[in-house]
């Protein structure tokens, strides 16, 4: 098994570009979400899923779009980028009773 | 929603001594507690959760306790080491419903030989 494969790993985006930050996992894991880390604020979650064509809103999801079309995939669509989402982003996954397992992050810069 | 809080921010101890880290939650249907380390520049990993039907639960030097009547649960690392630094992050969620995990807003531990 591979985990939570999260593409890529370092971006740089100018302000007013869109891009999908990518999360797949392969243990066939019900629950997805969507997590911004920056420095001294914990992570935050921005959406979660709860199974294929499931999703809804966590804490921070202005400026984010999500969907859930098979159980593997997870994509995060930033609309249009602001510095403000300079930050690292995990997407991690789990089955319903059990602990979230984490992707390794992407690191998004927004100039 | 969830709000979790997380004490203190940062944490210095000796190598040998114990830390203590604890956290209060706000949603009394939360029954579900993780603790992850977050080593520099690496994924969180979880290291040990507590469930709502337990008051407390040991791993080797790490141990978890949770007062579901104050809404309070900590994390008891004894023996510290200096591998035990990093960043550590509670959590709390309605497990077998959302799985909408909140996070604290963690506590760095720096552990000195």
């Known amino acids: 098994n591979a985990g939570v494969t999260q593409t890529p790993k370092f971006q740089v985006l100018k302000t007013g570009q869109s891009m999908t930050l990518q999360c797949a996992q392969d243990m066939n894991h019900e629950y997805m979400s969507w997590y911004r880390q920056d420095p001294g604020m914990g992570l935050r979650l921005i959406h979660y899923?709860?199974?294929?064509?499931?999703?809804d809103q966590g804490e921070v999801p202005n400026g984010y779009n999500v969907s859930r079309s098979t159980t593997e995939d997870f994509p995060l669509r930033l609309l249009s980028a602001a510095p403000s989402q300079t930050s690292v982003y995990f997407c991690?996954?789990?089955?319903?009773?059990?602990?979230?397992?984490f992707g390794s992050g992407t690191r998004l810069t927004v100039v | 929603g969830e709000n979790v809080e997380q004490h203190p921010s940062t944490l210095s101890v000796q190598e040998g001594d114990s830390a203590v880290i604890k956290c209060t939650y706000s949603d009394s249907a939360s029954n579900y507690f993780p603790w992850y380390k977050q080593e520099l520049g690496k994924r969180p990993q979880l290291i040990i959760d507590i469930r709502s039907n337990v008051g407390e639960k040991k791993d080797q030097r790490i141990a978890v306790t949770l007062n579901k009547t104050a809404k309070h649960f900590s994390l008891h690392i004894t023996e510290t080491q200096p591998e035990d630094s990093a960043v550590y992050f509670c959590?709390?969620?309605?497990?077998?419903?959302?799985?909408?995990?909140?996070f604290g807003a963690g506590t760095r531990l720096a552990v000195h030989p």
């Open positions: 959590a709390a969620a309605y497990s077998g419903g959302y799985n909408k995990l909140i």
């Open positions: 991690a996954s789990s089955y319903s009773t059990d602990g979230y397992t």
């Open positions: 899923s709860v199974g294929a064509g499931i999703t």
